[in-house]
Structure formats: C-alpha cells, structure tokens
C-alpha cells in the first residue's frame, strides 16, 4: 500500500481462523477511530452469510481548520453549523486522497483472495460519505454500500460523470436519523434521490434519533447484509 494506515479486523462467528466468504470494511466519523466500531460489529448478526470479514482502518490524523486540533479524520471539515447544510466538502483534496487509501483496502482485500463482488464498504457520517465517493469509482465489482449519517460530496453532475460502469445498479443502504443535529436530512435524501435517478437499488431508513448508530439500524442492516450477500 502507498500509504501507511492502521487497522484493525477479526473475521465474525465463532472460529476466527475460519476463511470469510465476505469482507466488510468499516469507515469510522470524524474525530474516532476504527476501533470504536469493534463492538458494534461484533452485535450484528451475520451468521447466515458465514464468515465475514471486519476490517476498521483510522483516518489519517490531520489539523482541523475550523479548531486547529489534531484528530483523526478522513478529510478536514467546516465549522459543524456551516457544515450542515453545505453543498461541497471543505477539502477536496484530503477526500480524494482518503478515496486512494480506501481503494488500496479494497485491492488488500483482493489480493488476500476475496473477490470484489463480496466486498462491502460501509461508514458513518465522513466514512459514509467516502464509502459512496471511493464505492460508486471504484473499477471493481462491489457486493454493497452500506452509508449511515451521510451524503454524496461533490454534486451529482460530478457523480455522473465520475461514476464507473463496475458499480452500476449498486445496492446501497441510506439511513439517517430524523433528528441529526450534524448532518440535515435534506442532504440525504439528496443523496437518495440521485443515486435512485441514476439506477442504484437504494434502501432508505429513517431512525428516531441524532447523528448516531442505534440497534435498530444494526438490526436492520444486518438483515439487509444478509440478504444482499446471499444472492452476491
């Protein structure tokens, strides 16, 4: 890989030298860290699809603009109440590059013998928004997307335009929730109507509750995880 990252990973059931037959990589929010999704992960229930996977990488540290904090963070982010409602990222160029890593995971994944078609991407808040801007370019077949908490980062002229024929008819799982005091609604259901307009197989979920991950939407995208990779 091109670039140093830290992760973490443990395949699911109750033999973790067992091989995956899917590999779910995990895309934590600004200011955590892969880590902190372990144990979520470990609370969904994949057992039907078999082994799968969980791979956590940290963002990169970076300085914060809006605070000057170190944190860790796939790209540098406005101030939370200018962000909001913003049509484009505060750093282009820092996603982009966090879109490379994100590609190199999936080709690690590749290289230890799990085919693209079962290759997941999924994230929270900034992870979600890098799962939809690496998955929709990414040369390779993928089995999902999987986007809590986010919204598409550069418009959909750009998405368009950009998006490769691999992942057409994508299977995409968009929730958010109803009170999200970080991310507005609205910028999802963005989201949700243009990768519908442009033929993706989106799932849409509203959750009672902020900018967060509750059981309900693990529950819920356990289930649909396990339906989308039984057919993959």
């Known amino acids: 890989m091109p670039q140093t990252i830290q992760l973490q990973e443990f395949v699911t059931g109750r033999d973790p030298s067992a091989t995956p037959v899917a590999s779910l990589i995990v895309l934590h929010g600004l200011g955590t860290e892969g880590s902190d999704f372990v144990p979520l992960l470990r609370h969904m229930d994949l057992s039907a699809v078999g082994p799968v996977r969980c791979v956590f ?3 990169p540290t970076r300085t ?3 605070n000057g904090t170190d944190m860790h ?5 406005a101030p939370p109440a200018a962000s909001r ?6 750093d282009e ?6 879109q490379r890593l994100v590609q190199t995971l999936i080709e690690r994944e590749q290289a230890q013998g799990m085919p693209s078609e079962r290759i997941v991407l999924m994230g929270f808040s900034q992870g979600a928004v890098l799962a939809l801007q690496t998955g929709l370019r990414a040369h390779q077949r993928l089995a999902a997307i999987v986007a809590l908490s986010g919204y598409l980062p550069l418009g959909a002229r750009t998405l ?8 057409q008819r994508l ?8 009170q999200d005091e970080v991310v507005a609604i609205d910028r999802a259901r963005a989201a949700r109507t243009v990768l519908q307009v442009m033929g993706h197989l989106v799932d849409w ?7 967060e991950v509750s059981d309900a939407e693990l529950a819920d995208i356990s289930a649909w995880l396990t339906g989308v990779l039984s057919v993959v």
């Not at 979920?205 to 900018?211: F, Q, R, V």
Request: hydrophobic share 45%; no cysteine; net charge negative.
């Open 93 to 98: 160029a820092g996603l982009r590059a966090s």
């Open 85 to 90: 409602h913003a049509s484009q990222p505060a």
């Open 73 to 77: 963070a796939w790209y540098d982010a």
């Open 64 to 66: 914060m603009s809006f």
């Open 160 to 167: 368009q335009m950009e998006s490769n024929i691999a992942n």
């Open 205 to 211: 979920h509203l959750y009672d509750m902020g900018h």
């Open 171 to 178: 299977p995409i799982f968009l929730a958010h929730g109803q």
């Open 57 to 59: 990488p940290d963002a």
